[in-house]
């Protein structure tokens, strides 16, 4: 089925139009969302937070509890989604995703004492227990506030992937360049602590060792940092190359630069 259109007042060349290419035009270029009604900004909301706030690491609880609290707001107003997600046909990705998930948090189910206690490395746990009172049901995990911890860390990336994963292609383009964005304010912003030293070190009370003129940004760990740089980075050159602007161009070099020597 066609249908003729006219490109212009001063053009009147009829062009074709099939039904097909109207589907594929309306999904490269969906209606525009108010940002309070728009998936991506939600999410770049939350990556926003998450660079602010989720650096830490198990030292700093009420700051990664921002974060967490702020990817549960996001899970609520996109609930619809996760449904689909889960409850569509399985595949490799969304076993991978529930895996991921599921790996931290089965480790904290009690177990019977004689399964946990069979386990390798539990020897010197079951005699301990059995001398104060006798064995009892425990979990798979030997730090059970460490596996916790990586539990619930697990928040963020479940909500950025699942809701994520379900965008349209431009508004997914849009949110990586966001978050590489972000990546090069926070190399930006760690800069100040190379520069001046005890300046800029967010998290200088929970670091045991001298990190002074050591590139953190927005983070405690150095590793921790290197690892956001080249996340950022995979997200700039992931997004597409052509019809872009001279100015684009310059912008996405720059940015690429930067990133690199955060990571190096």
Not at 17 to 22: H, L, N, Q, T, V
Not at 217 to 243: E, K, S, Y
Request: proline share 7%; charged share 10%; glycine share 10%.
């Amino acid at each position: 089925m066609t249908r003729t259109v006219h490109k212009s007042t001063a053009d009147a060349k009829p062009v074709a139009i099939s039904g097909a290419e109207r589907s594929s035009a309306y999904e490269m270029s969906p209606p525009v969302v108010k940002p309070l009604h728009d998936p991506a900004w939600h999410l770049a909301g939350l990556v926003a937070i998450t660079f602010a706030f989720g650096g830490g690491g198990v030292g700093a609880g009420a700051a990664n509890l921002v974060a967490q609290l702020c990817a549960l707001l996001v899970m609520a107003l996109h609930r619809q989604a996760f449904a689909r997600f889960f409850l569509r046909k399985p595949d490799a990705f969304t076993v991978l995703v529930a895996a991921s998930v599921l790996l931290p948090v089965l480790q904290l189910v009690p177990l019977p004492p004689a399964l946990w206690s069979a386990l390798p490395g539990r020897d010197m746990v079951a005699v301990s227990l059995e001398k104060s009172g006798g064995l009892g049901w425990y979990p798979l995990s030997l730090d059970t506030a460490s596996t916790l911890t990586a539990a619930i860390g697990t928040l963020v990336p479940l909500v950025l992937v699942v809701v994520g994963s379900q965008l349209a292609p431009p508004r997914l383009y849009w949110l990586a360049k966001v978050v590489a964005g972000l990546g090069v304010a926070t190399m930006l912003f760690g800069t100040m602590h190379v520069l001046k030293p005890g300046f800029g070190n967010l998290y200088s009370t929970l670091n045991s060792e001298n990190l002074d003129s050591v590139m953190l940004g927005t983070l405690a760990d150095r590793n921790a940092c290197a690892l956001l740089f080249g996340g950022c980075l995979m997200f700039l050159i992931a997004l597409p190359q052509a019809h872009l602007a001279p100015w684009a161009i310059l912008s996405r070099i720059f940015g690429a630069v930067l990133l690199l020597v955060g990571v190096s």
